[in-house]
């Protein structure tokens, strides 16, 4: 039975695989639908986590908009996921960075990689 179900959630991933990990800083490329009419808006935060796996894995990015912090759950093989760029790449000993919610200004800040 795993053994199908497998299949069938194979069968729904997106071929190009989107690069990046938790701390770094993305613009998420989402496709919006109102009415008729198609647009993309883009979303820019730094990832919080990566959780799931298969068709079914998520990715939460969090933006600092107007002073409120915003965060947005994106589903990682969404067709209406058309893009994930990598801004900047980040430098975190953690795998979920819960921590920074309750963060404001510079302290909220994650640090780069220097190459």
């Known amino acids: ?35 008729d009419k198609e647009r ?19 990715f939460t990015v969090r933006k600092n908009s107007n002073g409120i912090g915003v965060e947005k759950t994106f589903p990682l093989n969404s067709p209406l996921v058309s893009k994930v760029e990598v801004v900047r790449k980040g430098k975190v000993r953690r795998a979920k960075l819960n921590f920074l919610r309750d963060r404001i200004g510079k302290a909220a800040k994650v640090k780069e990689v220097l190459k």
């Open 1 to 35: 039975m795993n053994s199908i179900i497998r299949e069938v959630e194979n069968s729904q991933l997106k071929k190009d695989k989107f690069d990046f990990n938790v701390g770094d800083s993305v613009k998420v490329h989402n496709l919006i639908k109102e009415g």
């Open 40 to 58: 993309i808006q883009i979303f820019e935060g730094v990832v919080l986590k990566r959780q799931g796996g298969g068709s079914r894995e998520t």
